[in-house]
Each structure stands twice: as C-alpha cells, then as structure tokens.
C-alpha cells in the first residue's frame, strides 16, 4: 500500500495537469492554503457567551469575530454563522433551528436539479418533516402561480430555494408575497452561486430572502464549509444554539481562517470574477451549441453552469457518464450529470472560451486533444489572491 502523502502529492499533481470544469469545484489560493495549514488545524476555542471553555483561544477569538464580521461587510447582511463545516451542515442547522418536527417545506424538485438533501428520504425524515416539491412549468421553472396555490394547502414553514443545477436567479419578489400571505419563511440555499452573490451578480435581491446559507467552495473561494446570513435577530438566535453541541463540536478554526482570507479575496475581487464566470459559460456554450447542444438556447445561463441536452446526447449514443469519461480520457474534467461550470478556469486567468470549447468539440468528435489540453494548462495562470 502506498504512503498517504504520496497519494496527495500525486492527486495534486493530477488536479493541476487537467482542465477543471466540474461546476461544483474551485481552487484555492496559496493565502488560503496557508490559512488551513496553519496551527488553529489543531485547536479548540468554544466562545458562548463571552465565555471559553479553552485556554490558548486569544488569536481563534480574534479570527472568529473578524470573518463573522467580514462576511456581513461583504455580503450585507447583519447577521453571519460562519462556523458550520459545509453547506449541508448549513442548511442543516438552519432547518433544525426554523422548521419544527411535522412541519413542511417546500422545496426544488430533483428532477430539475434541486438539491437531494432536501428530498423526503435525507434531511427532512432524519428530523421529522415533510418536503414537497415546488411546482415547475415544462423547462424546469418555478410555476409562480402553482406555487401560491399550493402553499395554501400546504401551508409550508419554509420555501427552500436553491438548487445544485442551478442558471436563473428566481423572481424572488414574488415568492416575497407568497411567503408573507402565507407565514412561510424563504430559506435561499447559495451553495452554487454564492461566489456570484457574492460579486453581486446573480439573485441581486438576495435580501428578499428571510436567510441565505450554502457552501464556500463552488463559486466562493474557500476551503470547504458553509456560510448563513440574515438579517433576523430572532432566526439568528436560534441557528446560533444549532450550531456547538448540536450539528457540531469543534468547527475546524483553520478552515475557517481559510474561509476569512477567501472572504477577503471576494471583498477586493469578487464583482470582477463573478462577471467573467457568467460571460464565460455563456460565450462557452454559445460556442459548444451547434455541434453539442446546450439547454436553454439560446440565453443558455445566468451563471456559472451550462447544462448539456441528455436526450440529444443520448441520439449521438452519449449519456452525461460517457461524455463525462471520454472528456476525462482528454484532460478535461466534468461532472457526471451534465453540467459545465466555468467557475475554476475564471479564477485560473481564462477569459477566451474559443480554445476550451475547440478541444471539448474535438474529444467529443473523437481527436485526442491531451497535448493541447497541457499545453493550455501550462499557460493558465491563478488570479484574484494577494501573494
Ligand atoms: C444546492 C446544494 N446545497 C447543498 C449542497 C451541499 O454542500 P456541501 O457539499 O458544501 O455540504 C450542495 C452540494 O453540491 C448543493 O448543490
């Protein structure tokens, strides 16, 4: 059996010799490298109530009201948990905090990308409630109309917006007024787009919604962990005493100091990387279309993914796992389910798309693109970091 480091060096290696276009990743910078590395990898600090049950906790107090802080400077909200270890622990807490046992939700259906926590089978049977699916009209949007007639029957405690395939900010204003007609509370799961929220981009009204909470690590710049924001003080309280001892114990100082300095990096860059990813996977599909053909044509999306036409993959003898592995055999990785996201190759310098959609063309079509795919990560450079 190899040695545990040597798996690392070489997955590092690997990660860095391909082009990376899975909509649900990103990289990280050498300032964020060093913020998870860094000695709080080891540590304790339990800060409730102004009391710690830690000693050696002065700097890990320090960091913990500093993030807080700088996540409601950079996303203008007054309230920010930033603690919680990933974005399904996010909506985790926030769920146990505002949705009671026989309660429902409403939420995205998975079969147009809403996320699979939310299905009856995860989250809601683990704490006792009951998920329905929010209405879609044929091309897999909220059916605004259905919805209100729905939440009268079903009288939800949330609407839990939000999805994992996810390309058009929703008409929140209208889910507004569902929600204060029928005292539901709009829950806005971020995971995949709060890099773009973040660079005020995408869902530009975003403080329509009652609490927002989703991954760092998507669209964001962070390690891996999760982000709420609101505005309410009462929510607040409660997702608060959901967090120690409840959905976690420690919460990983370093990773959070990770998330501090990507925090940082979004304040100073994040309106100009969240511009360039939308036009991105914009220019990118509309350059793919006419020889693989993308949904949604011909606006294709509002962010940072394009969504690839399964059934007309299928007529070419493709499903999203074959197109997936062949592009993968080529250097150029993507998700299994048919989205392309351009998050990481914005963050890593590319603004031309013609070169990136020329060789996804060409492996598709059957040409071995490898040496040119080395050659384009040779020159990809990262951006958006103090070094
Ligand atoms: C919409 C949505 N919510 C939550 C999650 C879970 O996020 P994490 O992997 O940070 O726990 C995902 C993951 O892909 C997602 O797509």
Same mark, same amino acid.
């Given at each position: 059996m190899r040695n545990v480091l040597e798996i690392v060096e070489d997955a590092d290696k690997y990660r860095s010799s391909v082009i990376n276009l899975q909509a649900s990743e990103n990289v990280i910078s050498p300032a964020v490298r060093r913020a998870i590395a860094?000695?709080?990898?080891?540590r304790y600090s339990h800060l409730e109530n102004g009391v #710690?049950?830690?000693?050696?906790t002065k700097y890990a107090e320090e960091l913990e009201n500093a993030v807080a802080e700088k996540a409601r400077i950079l996303f203008g909200f007054s309230h920010a948990e930033t603690?919680?270890?990933?974005g399904h622990i996010a909506a985790m807490t926030v769920l146990a905090a505002l949705v009671k046992r026989g309660e429902s939700i409403m939420k995205m259906p998975e079969s147009v990308g809403?996320?699979?926590?939310?299905? #009856?089978?995860y989250l809601p049977r683990m704490m006792g409630f009951k998920a329905y699916d929010i209405p879609v009209d044929a091309n897999g949007f909220i059916d605004y109309n259905g919805l209100e007639k729905q939440a009268e029957y079903i009288k939800p405690k949330m609407i839990v917006l939000g999805q994992s395939i996810f390309v058009k900010s929703y008409d929140l204003s209208r889910i507004r007024e569902i929600c204060d007609r029928h005292s539901c509370i709009i829950g806005y799961?971020?995971?995949?787009?709060m890099g773009l929220i973040a660079g005020k &981009?995408? &869902?530009?009204?975003? /403080? /329509?919604?009652d609490v927002v909470f989703g991954s760092t690590h998507k669209t964001f710049f962070g390690p891996q962990g999760g982000l709420i924001l609101t505005d309410n003080e009462g929510m607040f309280k409660r997702i608060e005493e959901n967090?120690? $001892?409840?959905?976690?114990? #420690?919460?990983n100082i370093a990773r959070m100091a990770g998330v501090g300095v990507a925090i940082e990096e979004m304040i100073k860059y994040g309106q100009d990387y969240a511009q360039r990813v939308i036009k991105n996977s914009r220019t990118l599909a509309e350059a793919i279309n006419g020889k693989i053909r993308v949904k949604?044509?011909? $606006?294709?999306?509002?962010?940072h993914q394009i969504l690839l036409d399964g059934e007309w993959l299928k007529s070419q003898g493709y499903d999203y796992v074959k197109f997936s592995k062949t592009m993968e055999s080529n250097g150029i990785v993507v998700d299994r389910i048919g989205r392309i996201g351009t998050a990481e190759i914005t963050r890593m310098?590319?603004?031309?798309?013609s070169e990136i959609a020329s060789m996804i063309i060409d492996a598709f079509e059957g040409t071995d693109v490898k040496d040119r795919v080395n050659k384009f990560v040779r020159n990809m450079k990262m951006r958006y970091y103090e070094s």
């Open positions: 860094s000695d709080f990898a080891s #710690n049950d830690y000693g050696g603690r919680t270890l990933s809403g996320y699979t926590g939310y299905s #009856n089978a799961d971020a995971s995949h787009v &981009q995408f &869902q530009r009204d975003i /403080k /329509k919604a967090v120690t $001892w409840r959905t976690m114990d #420690n919460y949604h044509d011909p $606006w294709f999306t509002e962010s310098g590319v603004d031309d798309m």
